[in-house]
């Protein structure tokens, strides 16, 4: 498995530090926590670093399917400047959000599903990163977050696709999720079937045997020791 981790669980450590980090402790991709307070900073260290950089666009007041015009076009227009930011970083990949819906009812639901994927069509058609797009936990605010509403994403509009093991774990379709195409990474997490705790791996009930069946992750905890702890499961699996 080619393993790294996310910039969120060394949080505002210096870009240097976080590169040197990765290698100390074998690890051979970083995605980036992609926030205003990150982006607007000069990343330039990130690039050719001799890792694989990734980004996670951003999150917070972000909301790609909002049924208000307003929101959603800037929205869109912050991640496409992600996608800008990991072209300059000669980024990977970045992951989106496919959006959340304030009133989880159908018809309100469907019209928030055609702005997420008319979203993510004009976020593909303006940039020349792949963009992956992550399925969301159990709670019903969520988009993406049954198979059916990822395939149709991907299938109207080409993208990849970001699996994360925990939020699969909430939803009980984790191994359907991981049987889908054009995955470029995963997530690694752990939690207890309920709640999104992103807690180490093994710490909660999600299948570890499922591992076997991933390539390419990140572990996405917000802390470094977790993430050394969740890597030695990984590495007791004969996974790395």
Known sequence: ?????????????????????????????????????????????FRDCGLDIRIHSPTVDINIASLNKGIRRESVRQIINCAHIAEELNANAITVHPGIIGRNEPHLREQAML??????????????????????????????????EIERIQEETGCYLTIDTGHGNTCGNLEEMLNLKKISYCHLNDN???????????????????LKKIDTAIIELNRFDNVLKSQEVIRKRGLI
Do not use: C, W, Y
């Open 192 to 210: 207890d079937g309920m709640k999104d705790q992103h807690i180490a791996l093994g710490d909660g009930t999600m299948d570890l045997n499922l």
């Open 115 to 148: 702005f997420s994927i008319e979203s993510i069509g004009e976020i593909i058609d303006n940039s020349n990163v792949t963009i992956s797009v992550e399925n969301m936990p159990v709670r019903g605010k969520f988009l993406g977050n049954t198979v059916e």
């Open 1 to 45: 498995m080619k393993l790294g981790f996310t910039t969120l669980a060394v949080f505002m450590r210096e870009n240097n530090e976080i590169i040197d980090l990765a290698k100390k402790h074998g690890f051979e991709i970083i995605e980036i926590l992609g926030e205003d307070m990150i982006l607007e900073k000069d990343n330039h260290e």
